[in-house]
């Protein structure tokens, strides 16, 4: 339990991040640092997202799965982890 | 042939079952051919002849609808939650929230996502990954493209009466809005069903205006204001000044009282700036530029007659229709008048009579447009009758430069926000013309066709790149214009400043040159007048010059007259002469000037005499003679 205290705090303070969401299998965002419509708002599209994106790799090799998503916009970057239908959103805005 | 097959059948066998059996052929009749029977038929001749077996196919032109998108947008509500949570409620959600975090799963799960992510960011921290790897390397000259404009969108009048667009504007605040104003500018042409309205587009939805502006009159200009992009200005036919605010509706605000308006079409409106906001001026045919703040639009703030002769006389005034501002100079501004002459004002004089600083002539016809330089503010663009002028400030007698005569008339300019070498002009043949000088002086760098009627009125966004142009139809098309023509070139400035200078200096020689030669035809003539005292040598007085053009006039109708009854004597001359023709037909005779042809027996042509002939008019001597020739038709044209 602290590990998983001290790993997600980590990640929370580290540089250049924006905010941190946790889903759970169901959709429901469990941790998040960013306020509550903001949440629902990543939570849901990109669950969406990364189902789309999972049924893509897994049809192309059944054997395959996906691990994670990058995605890159002008603004900042939005990075999902996926575990066990378990959802890590963290927003980063990459220093250069 | 007498051959008949007899088959008969028992009664009783009728209904039986038939019982097949295989039986070898048997011959039952030949019929040999019988050659006699060959003569009552003729054998054809071969013939070729083309049989095609095709498909029939049929071709249809189809034209899609027009399919009109809605975009809309999802709200997204929270969701997912087992049916028994309410998500409303903070200590449920909460409750819930803390009994995932102590799920198995959960844990073992956290530090490999963890981990990873903390990979990632770390990454993106240390490197940019997405770098494009030859950034930053001295751009390669692209060689350049022929330059282009497209069309993006066209919005037109959902009316079934078309309309002209006779003005435009774009909305300040990055220009995602066309306010367009419609009427129709012919002299009582206008039908009695015509709407009233104006619109406001979108630039992205074509199919729907985004709101109807609703006047008392058809409106002929409107502008935004660039203060308060809620806020518009429109003069209507009718001279009263109109202003709305968007954010009200449909309806103007306020209207100006029809005693103290314009008693023409406002021809143009502008905003001014002002500490308020709420200033604008107008201009119109009926000679008057009068000042207005739109809080109170029951009397403009100020009027200004523009007479030539500084008198403020209503009668002598031009007519106004154009106007010209320019922010960075706010007091000073510019009226085009439809005598063709460019009128520049001070506002801020003490008397009316200074008001007026001076005047360019340049033009044989209105001047439908006029506009400053953004990057140089001394050289102005007038457009009128078929050409377009750029003018000097300091140069009053002549434009520093002009295009040639184009072949139509044009109708509407201006210059590109973004390169102060180029400007747009549109004509009324449909053709929308991108002029580039420093490119080329002599013709347009790019010239379009728009649309098949005539343009009526331009604006540039601000931004350098959309065109906005209206038709007679009431069609708007935005157009884009290429990158070339829409990005400012290196030293462009600073080109262009010199071409002005350079153009400035040779028309300030001429002037200069001009005036020489006139003060020396001034010292002449007066020289040769002092010796010439006493010879009435002044200028006739109208009635005078009346009364000598009507004996010139008179003059040259009797000497016509004469002419004609001469030539009808020699025609008839020539029918009597006739008598003298013998029977050797190649004759030619000039009949004072005119000639007489006579190409085979049977054609004895004249022409240019005047009289119609024919051989049954001439005297029974003529006839006789006549008879000798045959066939002879004797015209006299």
């Given at each position: 339990m602290a590990q998983v205290e001290e790993t997600l705090k980590r990640i929370e303070a580290s540089k250049g991040v924006i905010g941190t969401i946790l889903v759970n299998a169901e959709g429901i965002p469990i941790r998040t640092t960013l306020d509550n419509s903001t949440t629902v708002q990543y939570a849901e599209l990109l669950c969406q997202l990364s189902m789309l994106a999972r049924t893509t790799v897994r049809d192309i090799d059944p054997q395959n799965d996906l691990t994670f998503l990058r995605i890159r916009s002008k603004k900042h970057e939005i990075m999902v982890a996926l575990e066990n239908n378990y959802l890590l959103i963290v927003i980063q805005n990459p220093c250069e | 042939m007498e051959i008949v097959h007899v088959y008969t059948k028992d009664r009783e066998e009728f209904g039986r079952q038939c019982l097949l059996s295989d039986r070898p052929a048997e011959l039952l009749l030949d019929v040999l051919p019988d050659q006699n029977l060959a003569s009552n038929f003729i054998q054809r001749s071969h013939r070729d002849q083309a049989v095609q077996a095709g498909r029939q196919v049929s071709e249809h032109q189809v034209n899609t609808e027009r399919f009109e998108s809605d975009s809309c947008g999802i709200n997204h509500v929270?969701?997912?939650?087992?049916?028994?949570?309410?998500?409303?409620?903070?200590?449920?959600?909460?409750?819930?929230?803390?009994?995932?975090?102590?799920?198995?799963?959960?844990?073992?799960?956290?530090?490999?996502?963890?981990?990873?992510?903390?990979?990632?960011?770390?990454?993106?921290?240390?490197?940019?990954?997405?770098?494009?790897?030859?950034?930053?390397?001295?751009?390669?000259?692209?060689?350049?493209?022929?330059?282009?404009?497209?069309?993006?969108?066209?919005?037109?009048?959902?009316?079934?009466?078309?309309?002209?667009?006779?003005?435009?504007?774009?909305?300040?605040?990055?220009?995602?809005?066309?306010?367009?104003?419609?009427?129709?500018?012919?002299?009582q042409k206008a039908s009695r069903d015509m709407s009233l309205d104006s619109y406001i587009w979108d630039v992205e939805n074509p199919n729907r205006p985004e709101l109807t502006l609703k006047p008392a009159s058809p409106l002929v200009c409107l502008d935004y204001n660039p203060k308060d992009p809620h806020t518009l200005v429109g003069g209507s036919y009718n001279g009263q000044i109109v202003y709305w605010d968007t954010r009200r509706g449909s309806q103007p605000v306020e209207l100006s009282s029809v005693e103290h308006s314009h008693r023409d079409p406002v021809y143009k409106i502008i905003w001014l700036q002002s500490k308020t906001g709420t200033d604008a001026f107008s201009a119109s045919t009926d000679g008057q530029v009068l000042w207005w703040d739109v809080r109170r639009l029951s009397e403009p703030t100020e009027r200004l007659v523009l007479d030539p002769t500084r008198?403020?006389?209503?009668?002598?005034?031009?007519?106004?229709?154009?106007?010209?501002?320019?922010?960075?100079?706010?007091t000073k501004f510019?009226?085009?008048?439809?005598?063709?002459?460019?009128?520049?004002?001070?506002?801020?004089?003490?008397?009316?009579?200074?008001?007026?600083?001076?005047?360019?002539?340049?033009?044989?016809?209105?001047?439908?447009?006029?506009?400053?330089?953004?990057?140089?503010?001394?050289?102005?663009?007038?457009?009128?009758?078929?050409?377009?002028?750029?003018?000097?400030?300091?140069?009053?007698?002549?434009?520093?430069?002009?295009?040639?005569?184009?072949?139509?008339?044009?109708?509407?300019?201006?210059?590109?926000?973004?390169?102060?070498?180029?400007?747009?002009?549109?004509?009324?043949?449909?053709?929308?013309?991108?002029?580039?000088?420093?490119?080329?002086?002599?013709?347009?760098?790019?010239?379009?066709?728009?649309?098949?009627?005539?343009?009526?009125?331009?604006?540039?966004?601000?931004n350098?790149?959309?065109?906005?142009?209206?038709?007679?139809?009431?069609?708007?098309?935005?157009?884009?214009?290429?990158?070339?023509?829409?990005?400012?070139?290196?030293?462009?400035?600073?080109?262009?400043?010199?071409?002005?200078?350079?153009?400035?200096?040779?028309?300030?020689?001429?002037?200069?040159?001009?005036?020489?030669?006139?003060?020396?035809?001034?010292?002449?003539?007066?020289?040769?007048?002092?010796?010439?005292?006493?010879r009435e040598d002044g200028e006739d007085d109208p009635d005078q010059l009346i009364a000598r053009a009507e004996r010139d006039f008179y003059n040259q109708v009797e000497a016509e007259l004469k002419r004609r009854e001469m030539r009808e004597e020699e025609a008839l001359r020539v029918s009597h002469s006739c008598s003298l023709i013998s029977s050797h037909f190649h004759l030619r005779a000039s009949l004072s000037g005119r000639c007489i042809h006579c190409g085979s027996p049977g054609q004895v042509h004249t022409k240019h005499a005047g009289l119609h002939l024919s051989p049954t008019h001439l005297s029974s001597s003529d006839q006789r003679m006549f008879s000798n020739i045959h066939q002879v038709s004797f015209h006299v044209l």
């Open positions: - | 929270e969701g997912g939650w087992p049916k028994d949570i309410n998500p409303l409620d903070m200590e449920q959600t909460i409750r819930f929230r803390k009994k995932a975090e102590k799920d198995e799963s959960y844990l073992n799960s956290i530090p490999q996502l963890g981990s990873v992510a903390e990979h990632c960011g770390r990454q993106n921290n240390a490197v940019d990954i997405y770098q494009e790897p030859f950034d930053g390397w001295e751009e390669v000259e692209e060689s350049p493209e022929p330059p282009s404009a497209k069309t993006i969108n066209i919005f037109r009048d959902p009316n079934e009466v078309k309309r002209t667009v006779t003005g435009l504007s774009w909305h300040p605040d990055g220009g995602r809005k066309l306010a367009a104003a419609y009427s129709c500018l012919d002299f008198e403020g006389n209503l009668d002598r005034a031009l007519g106004a229709i154009s106007l010209e501002f320019e922010a960075t100079m706010p510019m009226v085009g008048t439809e005598q063709g002459l460019v009128v520049s004002c001070n506002r801020k004089a003490k008397t009316p009579t200074e008001k007026i600083v001076c005047t360019y002539d340049g033009h044989h016809g209105p001047v439908y447009a006029l506009q400053r330089n953004p990057f140089f503010p001394k050289n102005f663009l007038t457009v009128g009758d078929w050409t377009a002028r750029i003018w000097s400030e300091d140069i009053k007698e002549s434009s520093i430069m002009c295009t040639k005569y184009q072949m139509s008339y044009l109708t509407d300019a201006c210059w590109s926000p973004v390169r102060p070498s180029v400007f747009f002009t549109l004509k009324m043949d449909g053709m929308l013309d991108v002029w580039d000088i420093l490119f080329k002086q002599s013709d347009p760098t790019l010239s379009l066709k728009v649309c098949d009627r005539a343009l009526y009125s331009l604006r540039v966004q601000d350098g790149r959309l065109v906005a142009c209206g038709s007679q139809q009431g069609e708007t098309t935005l157009l884009e214009i290429c990158s070339e023509l829409s990005t400012l070139q290196k030293n462009e400035k600073s080109l262009l400043a010199a071409m002005f200078e350079r153009e400035t200096k040779r028309e300030k020689i001429l002037e200069a040159r001009q005036r020489e030669i006139r003060l020396k035809e001034r010292s002449r003539s007066e020289q040769s007048r002092e010796e010439e005292i006493g």
